[in-house]
């Protein structure tokens, strides 16, 4: 009985790894102004795209229980903003500010 539980999670494990990776998370900008947002997952997929204001930007698919956005003034910039997210979840960007010190949703705005 215990070999045929085994051989069943075995054949089963391919299709559990597939339902796994189905979060994303995603960043809006709520800011006045377009800017460069960043969304990466653990496994190294990553999405770019200047945002205008009320846009947002997805991930990829992640089977990691979080992720990392990061937004820059422009393409230009050397240094912006991060933040990591949980998986399923959406932020808000709200301002932008040199030395990684931007206003998030999350801060309470």
């Known amino acids: 009985m215990r ?3 085994l051989l069943y999670l075995i054949a089963a494990a391919p299709g559990l790894a597939q339902e796994a990776a189905t979060a994303e998370f ?4 709520a800011a006045h102004a377009p800017h ?6 653990r496994e190294g997929d990553r999405r770019v795209a200047t ?3 009320g846009e947002t930007l997805c991930s990829g698919k992640t089977e990691a229980p ?5 937004v820059f003034e422009s393409a230009d910039a050397l240094e912006g903003c991060g933040r990591i997210l949980d998986a399923g979840e ?13 206003e998030w949703g999350a801060h309470g705005s």
Do not use: H, K, M, S
């Open 3 to 5: 070999n045929a539980f």
């Open 26 to 29: 995603c960043v809006q900008n």
């Open 90 to 102: 959406t932020e808000r960007f709200i301002a932008y500010a040199e030395f990684d010190r931007c």
């Open 66 to 70: 979080d992720g990392v956005v990061n």
């Open 51 to 53: 945002l205008q204001p």
């Open 36 to 41: 460069l947002f960043v969304a990466e997952t």
